[in-house]
C-alpha cells in the first residue's frame, strides 16, 4: 500500500472490548495505528506478535488533566508526523441509581467518557486544521437512547453528551475538511463491560430490590450478547476508508450498529413524535397575539 493512501489511526481505550478489535481490524487493512491504554503492560500483553513496524503503544489515560492529555498526543504525532482519524473508544459504564450515586458519580462518570473525548480530540485538532483534512470518531452508545434503563443513567447521559458533542464538532469542523463519525452501538459481546460494581455514595435502602434487580439484568447479559465486535470494527474501518460494504456510499454523521440498537433508537423516535403529535395543537399555540406586537 503506498504512504499516500496509508492513514494513520489513533486509538483510545485499546487493551479490550472494541478497541482491540478495530486495532486488529486496521493492521489487517494495511494501515498503521498509535494503541493506547491506561496500562502500558496491559497493552504489550494485547499485541504481543502484532505488526509492530505499523503499530504503536503509547499510554494514555484520557480521564487525566488536559495538559497531560496534550503531552501524550504531542509524542503520538511525533511517531509517524500525523495523525489521520482519531478514534474516542476508551470509556466505561458507571452503574448508579441517580440519588444514590448523585453529583460525584456524574462527574466520575463524565470525567472519562466526556471530558476524555473532548480533552483528547482537542489536542489532535489543531495539526489536522493545519492540514485540513482528518476524521474525528466518537463511539457513543445505544444507551442513550434508553435512558430508562437503571442503574445506568448516569451511563445513558454520558453517551447522550458525547453524541451532542459530535454533532456541533461536525458543524465546527466541516470549513477545515475534518469528518466526524458518532457510532452508537447497541449490545456487543466485549470484556468486561458490566463488570463495575453500583456505585453508591449516598445508600437509600429503598432502592435496593430495583438496584439488585437491574445489577442482575445487566450481569445475565455479559457474555451472552449476539453482536460480534469484530465484525462492528470491520464495518467501521469498511466506513473510514470508503471501503468494502461502506464503498459508493455517502458520508454519515451516526453509525448506528446492531439489530438491538435499531430496534431502540427508532422506538424512542417514534415515542417523541407520537407525544409531539398528541401535544403540537397546545404547545405550540403559544405566541404572542397579533394585537400585542
Known sequence: MGAMHQKIWLVTGTSSGFGKRLVLSILARGDCVIATARNLEKL????????????????????????????????????????????NNAGYGVKAVLEEGGSLAALTQFQTNVFGVLNVTNAVLPHMRERRSGTVVIIGSRSAWRPEVSPAGLYAASKAAVHAIGETYASELRPFGIRVLIVAPGAFRTEGVHAYPATIHNHVPAYDAARDAGMARFAALAGHEKGDPARAMELLVDVVKGEGRAAGREWPLWLVLGRDAYTDVRAKCNRLLKTMDAWEDVATDLEFDSCEL
Open 44 to 87: 504489550r500483553a494485547t499485541f504481543p506478535a502484532a505488526e509492530r513496524s505499523r503499530l504503536c503503544l503509547l499510554q494514555l489515560d484520557v480521564s487525566d488533566s488536559a495538559e497531560v492529555v496534550q503531552q501524550r498526543m504531542k509524542e503520538a504525532l511525533s511517531l509517524w508526523g500525523r495523525i489521520d482519524v482519531v478514534v
